[in-house]
């Protein structure tokens, strides 16, 4: 079983930059994809990005586009989250998770390992 911790939230004026961590530990697979969600209060959970384990495939949310990369250390076990030029509206808790979708990378569904999530705020 796989477990998931993210580290490296914070609080940041807009327009500056973090970048989120996720440590994955425990039998991981090539065939895992790994993404990070987020959810604001009172809304649902988002898809932000994903990336395949191998790392040859990424895709994004169209709202982070530009702004964010996904980027995997196999050696490290982690997936990064770099934000640049980040915004008020994506002040949320940021959650990563690991799975084998089958579907829709972008479907919190296909994947059923999560981790305990990390608090980003942006300030205006």
């Known amino acids: 079983q796989v477990q998931l911790a993210e580290t490296g939230g914070g609080l940041v004026q807009a327009g500056g930059s973090l970048r989120l961590s996720c440590t994955a530990s425990g039998r ?5 994809a790994v993404a990070w969600f987020r959810q604001a209060p009172g809304k649902q959970r988002e898809f932000v990005a994903a990336i395949t384990w191998s790392g040859t495939s990424t895709i994004y949310a169209d709202s982070v586009k530009g ?3 996904v980027v995997g250390d196999n050696a490290k076990n982690t997936v990064d989250l770099q934000m640049n030029s980040l915004k008020p509206d994506d002040t949320a808790v940021y959650y990563c998770a690991a799975g084998s979708p089958r ?3 972008r479907s919190a569904s296909q994947y059923d390992v999560w981790g305990q999530g990390t608090q980003v705020t ?3």
Request: without cysteine; charged residues 20%; proline residues 0%.
């Open 28 to 32: 991981t697979s090539s065939r895992y």
């Open 67 to 69: 702004r964010f990369t």
């Open 103 to 105: 579907d829709s990378f």
């Open 122 to 124: 942006v300030s205006s």
